[in-house]
């Protein structure tokens, strides 16, 4: 059983930075996939970003590509998300997520483990 704990939310002016760390435990981290969905007030749930643990490759939604950077740390078990030049439309609640196998499923009913969340606000 895998747990997922996230941290590094906060408030930004636009144009500013954040990261986001999800430490992972209990768990096959080394062949996992991981990944950031967000999820704003009356919105789905959508995946901006995902790793596969195992080999570090990295797929980006459209949306977040050239300014989310998703990276790891195998010797922590902990994933990250740098953002940067953050838009008030950034703002919403992250998760870190995660399923195991040998590749990532970005669609959100793939994800059996997620974390608590983390509040990202963004204002202009």
């Known amino acids: 059983q895998a747990q997922l704990v996230e941290s590094g939310g906060g408030s930004v002016q636009a144009g500013g930075s954040l990261r986001l760390s999800c430490a992972a435990s209990?768990?096959?981290?080394?062949?996992?996939?991981m990944a950031w969905f967000r999820q704003a007030p009356g919105k789905e749930r959508e995946g901006v970003a995902f790793i596969y643990t195992g080999g570090g490759s990295t797929y980006y939604a459209d949306s977040v590509k050239g300014r989310f950077t998703i990276s790891q740390d195998n010797a922590k078990n902990t994933v990250y998300l740098q953002m940067n030049s953050l838009k008030p439309e950034d703002t919403a609640m992250y998760y870190c997520?995660?399923?195991?196998?040998?590749?990532?499923?970005?669609?959100?009913?793939?994800?059996?483990?997620w974390g608590q969340g983390t509040q990202v606000t963004v204002s202009s």
């Open positions: 997520a995660a399923h195991s196998g040998g590749f990532c499923y970005t669609n959100v009913e793939r994800f059996g483990y």
């Open positions: 209990g768990a096959t981290y080394s062949t996992s996939c």
